[in-house]
């Protein structure tokens, strides 16, 4: 009886499985992929050595804020994608964690983008990482599109010391 049920069982979940599509449109495309300070007037990647301010989140996430711009013409319709995010701190191990995202239309330059990106420090208390330099390294997926791997290195600080309220807000000391 037991291998009724582990065919039928088995039978049935491989059905229930999509099919690989085997046209052309299948296959990964490239897509250029940045990684950019929080847009206020235009995106602006970051560079060697900017500050990122750190933010303690309501639920006590520490993150900086970003954005990040992608050319993925061939995603067309795509909306929702994924950054996988590598983390280095000075002497630090590394570590990594995915982040799904949702990825805009296409703006007048012709890039997507998302400026809702929280590139997380979690693992970290605050006082041990201010002045310390992170190398951030991102790659995301937009469909079947794969993106380079953008990678930036920031100093952390935390000279607002900002802590987000439960409404999203920002209360910060200046």
Known sequence: MRKIIFVFTTTLLASACPKQDSTPDATPCPMDIELGAERVEGFEAFTTGESAELTVGFQDFIYISASVRLSADEAAGEDQGQLVFQIEID??????????????????DGWRYNDDIRVFFNQFPVPTIVGKEATITARGSLGNCIGLTSSARVTLVDEKQCIEQPDGSLLCDE
Do not use: N, R
């Open 91 to 108: 002497a630090e191990d590394a570590y990594s964690f995915k982040q799904p995202f949702e990825a805009l239309d296409a703006e007048a």
